[in-house]
């Protein structure tokens, strides 16, 4: 069974949705980041807008945000402030953001990994990517992760 079974993720609408059934035959991203941490509000922009052009290119993508915030509150400003139109693990969700943060090895924020759909780490050089190079070709290696 995977770690996103039998756990909702909120959507920017603030809707609690399955988490399976959201991320189904999607490219996913785990993003572990935190409105305090300032690295992390430098990325989030630039993932936001990758994020954009791959869905206007019709990418079936996933990014499901994994909070480090210290309350609800100032997750749930940064989400909807700052983050793109995709998926936050619930504040009190401790098992799923517990689970997730061991298998994806996160010793320090912001971290993008992509996931399966079991949640298991395929790749943790995801943030690089989106740095490094054009959105098109950072999903073109994420979706072959997949397909190897």
């Known amino acids: 069974m995977g770690f996103f079974e039998g756990h909702k993720l909120k959507n920017k609408s603030g809707e609690l949705v399955n988490a399976v059934e959201a991320l189904k035959n999607k490219v996913i991203l785990v ?3 935190a409105h305090w ?3 992390c ?3 989030t922009p ?3 807008d990758c994020y954009e052009e791959l869905v206007e ?3 079936q993508i996933g990014i499901v945000f994994v909070s480090s915030d210290r309350s609800e509150d100032d997750m749930n400003s940064y989400f909807q402030g700052h983050h793109g139109d995709w998926f936050v693990v619930p504040f009190g969700d ?3 953001i517990d689970s997730l943060k061991k298998e994806c ?3 320090g924020i912001p971290k993008l990994v992509v996931v399966d759909e079991n949640g298991r780490m395929l790749y943790d050089g995801a943030r690089n990517d989106v740095q490094a190079t054009s959105p098109k070709l950072a999903f073109k290696k994420w979706k072959e ?3 190897a």
């Open 105 to 107: 090895k996160v010793s």
């Open 57 to 59: 290119e019709g990418c």
């Open 46 to 48: 630039t993932l936001k």
């Open 31 to 33: 993003y572990f980041s």
């Open 37 to 39: 941490c300032p690295p």
């Open 41 to 43: 509000r430098m990325f």
């Open 94 to 96: 401790k098992e799923l």
């Open 145 to 147: 992760l997949y397909e």
